[in-house]
């Protein structure tokens, strides 16, 4: 029997959702920077409505916990949880970097790809991904840097992310990194596959334990004089 999985994720400039229902998808992605609170249950509430489907048919939902814009996860995060709530449904979240890494993987074949976001402040958050059993796989830790100190655990690589086109030099200095130009934003859709393998391992929570995973704990902000 197939899944019913939904898929939410408003960590950056664009708003994504996915719904799996009877092996069809439904997709929803714009970018629309800001809407993204006003914008989602009503988007969400339009998915269900095309497959015929109600919130409790949803056998798992997948949200991106991060990293990304503080607020954004914050609501990818909040929705999943009101939703897994009210329906008792378990949740699973999802890296913004392994989405994109797995688009990369799903749509160009890639082995191995960097995915980086601008992480405002100078910096970008990234992580390095191999496939394995046609999944991404994260190598090593997620983490944000400062582009100078970025390295790459791979002699090639796909590049994706807007990490690479806010950092035009990024790429100059790794050898072999090839950036793919139409990669730039997590796309919930390259969420399910991931949540699938997840879900039938039993990898799930409950509601409660859905939590955001900023990879930058804290932000210093530069203060005024006589501020400090």
């Known amino acids: 029997m197939s899944q019913t999985i939904l898929a939410l994720d408003a960590s950056t400039e664009a708003l994504s959702l996915a719904l799996l229902h009877q092996d069809k998808l439904y997709h929803f992605f714009e970018v629309c920077p800001q809407q993204h609170s006003q914008r989602i249950l009503d988007e969400i509430d339009a998915l269900l409505k095309q497959a015929n489907c109600d919130i409790g048919d949803v056998d798992v939902i997948g949200y991106c916990q991060g990293p990304g814009s503080f607020t954004g996860v914050r609501i990818s995060v909040s929705v999943a949880q009101g939703l897994a709530f009210a329906t008792k449904t378990p949740v699973i979240g999802v890296s913004s970097l392994a989405m994109m890494a797995q688009q990369a993987m799903s749509e160009r ?88 393998s997840e879900f039938a391992k039993g990898n799930v929570g409950d509601a409660a334990s859905a939590q955001p995973v900023y990879v930058r704990d804290t932000v210093t902000w530069k203060k005024l004089p006589g501020k400090e």
């Open 109 to 196: 074949g890639a082995s191995t790809v960097l995915a980086a976001i601008d992480a405002r402040m100078g910096e970008v958050y990234l992580g390095a991904y191999e496939e394995k059993d046609g999944l991404a796989q994260l190598v090593g830790e997620q983490q944000v840097l400062e582009p100078a100190a970025v390295t790459s655990p791979f002699s090639a690589a796909v590049a994706v992310g807007t990490g690479w086109q806010t950092y035009t030099d990024l790429a100059a200095s790794l050898s072999q990194v090839d950036v793919d130009k139409e990669i730039t934003l997590p796309d919930s859709r390259y969420m399910l596959p991931l949540l699938a």
